[in-house]
Structure formats: structure tokens, C-alpha cells
């Protein structure tokens, strides 16, 4: 158990990394030229990487891919078989909004949650108010550590502080 708690752990601290690492991977990939197709219609590509052969799959119907290391769906983060396609095969630039989960983006805000089969799931308004909590403390921590270096700054803090307070 302490290993799993451990090999989630170094997941969410090197997101970035992780990612950095396979964009970076991905220009190394050799996609072949054929294109193979599966029984319901979607396309297959598959991807040399030195001795190993991965396979990627397109849905022709939402043109999503996937791959079968499931990097995206167990830590959000787009493996580089599915990067290189999307760069080499479909011409595409900027990572397309499916790829990116809203964990990843600072501004999510409270919307409609659905589950598997598109139904409307209720939002836990407690969840939301301790996501606010967190933001605020992490922000008066930054602001606090601050104006504990400077008098002025410290009294002008407290203050504000005070005044707040009343017209909350």
C-alpha cells in the first residue's frame, strides 16, 4: 500500500515533468505509413519506438485517440504515442481542450458535472466552499509571510484585515 501512496505521490508532484518528458519523446516516435482499421470503423496507427511497437487508436466518430497505457485516464496526463500522432498524422498544434482535464486549468469553475452516461450529477457545495478555503489561505499565507518582513506593511495588513471582517 505505502508504495501505490508513494507512486501516486511522485505522479502528482512531477505532472509537469512527466509531461515535458513525453512531448519530448514523442518526436522521436516513427508512426507508420499504414494505416490499419478495426472491426467498428476506427483507425489504427502504430508507432515504433526503438524495439517496441505501440498501437493508437482514432474514433471516427469524435476523432479522439487513445492509447493502451491509459496515461491520460489514470493521471491526466497525454502520453507521447498519443502526442505524436496529433502533431504527425492530424497537423494539430495546440493540445485540442478534450486532452486537457480541468484539474490542469486554474480557472475551473463550478459547472455542470455529468457522469459516464451525460446525467447531470449534483455539485457538493461543501467541496466547492473547502477549494475556496484553500485558495484564501494559500493567498493570505503568501500575503502574511510578506508583511511580516515590514512594519508598515504588517500594520497596513492587519487593517485591511480588520476592516473586511466588519463589511463581511
Given at each position: 500500500?505505502?508504495?501505490?501512496t508513494?507512486?501516486i505521490?511522485?505522479?502528482?508532484a512531477?505532472?509537469?515533468?512527466?509531461f515535458?518528458l513525453e512531448?519530448?519523446?514523442?518526436s522521436?516516435?516513427v508512426?507508420?505509413?499504414?494505416?490499419?482499421?478495426d472491426s467498428g470503423?476506427?483507425?489504427?496507427?502504430?508507432?515504433?519506438n526503438?524495439s517496441?511497437h505501440?498501437?493508437v487508436?482514432?474514433?471516427?466518430?469524435d476523432?479522439?485517440?487513445c492509447?493502451?497505457?491509459?496515461?491520460?485516464e489514470?493521471?491526466?496526463?497525454?502520453?507521447k504515442?498519443?502526442?505524436?500522432?496529433?502533431r504527425?498524422?492530424?497537423?494539430?498544434k495546440?493540445?485540442?481542450t478534450q486532452?486537457v482535464?480541468k484539474r490542469w486549468?486554474?480557472?475551473?469553475?463550478?459547472?455542470?458535472?455529468?457522469?459516464m452516461?451525460g446525467?447531470n450529477?449534483?455539485?457538493?457545495?461543501?467541496l466547492?466552499?473547502?477549494?475556496?478555503y484553500?485558495i484564501?489561505m494559500?493567498?493570505?499565507r503568501?500575503?502574511s509571510?510578506r508583511?511580516?518582513q515590514?512594519e508598515?506593511?504588517?500594520?497596513c495588513?492587519?487593517q485591511?484585515?480588520?476592516m473586511?471582517?466588519?463589511?463581511?
Amino acid at each position: 500500500m505505502e508504495e501505490i501512496t508513494e507512486n501516486i505521490m511522485f505522479h502528482i508532484a512531477n505532472s509537469k515533468l512527466i509531461f515535458q518528458l513525453e512531448y519530448i519523446g514523442s518526436s522521436d516516435l516513427v508512426i507508420n505509413p499504414d494505416v490499419g482499421i478495426d472491426s467498428g470503423g476506427n483507425k489504427i496507427y502504430t508507432i515504433h519506438n526503438d524495439s517496441r511497437h505501440e498501437v493508437v487508436k482514432r474514433s471516427t466518430s469524435d476523432d479522439s485517440l487513445c492509447h493502451s497505457c491509459r496515461l491520460l485516464e489514470l493521471w491526466g496526463i497525454i502520453c507521447k504515442h498519443v502526442l505524436n500522432v496529433l502533431r504527425k498524422i492530424m497537423n494539430i498544434k495546440e493540445l485540442p481542450t478534450q486532452y486537457v482535464l480541468k484539474r490542469w486549468i486554474r480557472d475551473v469553475r463550478s459547472t455542470d458535472v455529468l457522469d459516464m452516461q451525460g446525467g447531470n450529477i449534483d455539485v457538493d457545495l461543501k467541496l466547492i466552499e473547502a477549494s475556496r478555503y484553500k485558495i484564501l489561505m494559500i493567498e493570505w499565507r503568501k500575503l502574511s509571510d510578506r508583511a511580516a518582513q515590514c512594519e508598515p506593511a504588517f500594520t497596513c495588513v492587519l487593517q485591511t484585515q480588520s476592516m473586511l471582517q466588519k463589511n463581511a
